[in-house]
């Protein structure tokens, strides 16, 4: 699903109005409609108070239309009129007349701190005091209303945006973003609902089909891709029915160290889970005894070193390399790293000690081949391309970094970000229960598999990530948040693949 920039949203709305012969009064009629059925279909009737809070423009006007609607089916409602300018737009104007046409019930009209009204705890609220449009930051006395709300525990929903987000913008002062329960846009996500400073504001997401022009939906380029089971299932490529396990690559995993053999059994694990066809760990001495006792499908070579990796070679030719679940940082390490990426031309996925190398020594960045994936959480990556003010600025400093350097960055988090120059995908799989050791060894595994069988490395990032996180719902459906572990994530990479389709996966001749 496309992510739109405000500027698009209202190019969207101006187009349809032109296509459909309305105008846009009648698209906010209907548009509002679909937010009062789902407050109706939630409340059922229930006699519980209901506060709305509108602004003075289109958004305001939508909040004036699911309260008319709220009084006609009976329910107890205010509306509140934030009266922070004393310009209005016309949409607004029509739907306030409307609403005092219908009921005795008038607007109340908001100019100050002092007139704030009392919310319970057991209100139902409806934020409509600023959408997608809002560029700038709010009046301090709309803000202390924002505090207000937030402050009384009441469920608050909101229309199109929390107030005081903004679509493609960062917002200096998060106490001023109305923090919502449930949130129902329309027609396509905004970023902001997805970088980490502010994705919290905006709870529950329900995004509404208004009917949009389709034309324009499809043609215009997007801000960012939103990716969910459809479009993942779109990048998978099913096996031929005819095929060895040589169709399906020979993925090297490299890493380890004395006390984390278990990370380089995870991404080996996850990476034959996730297709590989042939996986060979290259780990110190340490591990061998466990990991092939621990993992019998997969080949090992050792360092000549017991406990760390030294000097890295072997006698065979992977079409990619997993490099990085931990290795350490020791000098040597880092000097068998360097001299591993001279050596070899293949893609690489690194992660974990790997970026933590390229930190301390990023010369190396020049040496990593074209079209590699580097897998940092937030952390990792401020080590590689440093600090940031704010998500957004962050964003662009990793497309540059991608640029120059001619790699894909993945950044973890609970919406993962697929970084490339022009490009950019945020994944939807994934819950709470994935923050736990290992979950990045296991990523790692999944995306070097997938470039062992053949996708493009942005493919496999992608397909990649989308994996993971949907083998760790399916983790958490059996052991709860609390009790998954790494190893569960990596054992249910194969059934992630399988809940792509609704039915059984046929064989293709």
Known sequence: MKILSAKQVKEADKLTIEKQGISSDELMERAATKVFEEIHKRLQGAPIPVKIFCGIGNNGGDGLV??????????????????????????????????????????????????????????????????????????DWVAGLVRHINASGAFVLAIDMPSGLMADAAVEDLESIIRASYTITFQVPKMAFYMPDTAPFVGDLQILDIGLDAGFLKQTGAVAELISKPEARALYRPRQRFSHKGNYGHALIIGGSYGKIGSVCLAATA???????????????????????????????????????????????????????????????????????????????????????????????????????????????????????DDFEKLEKVKSFTREYKVIVLIKGTYTFVVTPNDLFINTSGNPGMATAGSGDVLTGVITALIGQGYDSLRAAVLGAYLHGKAGDLAAEKFSYEGVVAGDIAKNTGAAIFDLFETKQTNNS
């Open 66 to 139: 699911v309260g008319r609607q709220l009084i006609e089916a009976g329910y107890d409602v205010t509306i509140y009129i934030v009266n922070y300018s004393d310009q209005r737009s016309q949409d607004f104007l029509i739907n306030y007349d409307r609403v005092k046409n219908r009921t005795k019930k008038w607007p109340v009209l908001l100019k100050s701190e002092d007139e704030f009204p009392e919310i319970n705890y057991g209100d139902f609220v409806v934020d409509a005091i600023f959408g997608v449009g809002l560029n700038r930051p709010l009046p």
């Open 271 to 389: 990476a034959l889970r996730a297709g590989a066809g042939l996986v060979t760990i290259y780990s110190p001495k340490c591990g061998y005894d466990i990991l092939q006792t621990a993992l019998p499908e997969a080949m090992v070579i050792t360092d000549p070193h017991k406990e760390i990796l030294t000097n890295i070679q072997f006698d065979l030719d992977p079409d990619v390399i997993g490099f990085g679940v931990g290795v350490g940082t020791k000098e040597e390490t880092i000097e068998a790293f360097e001299r591993l990426l001279k050596m070899n031309k293949k893609p690489m996925v690194i992660d974990a000690d790997g970026l933590n190398i390229l930190s301390k020594k990023n010369e190396l960045l020049r040496l990593i081949p074209e079209g590699s994936v580097l897998t940092p959480h937030p952390k990792e990556l401020e080590r590689l391309i440093g600090s940031w003010k």
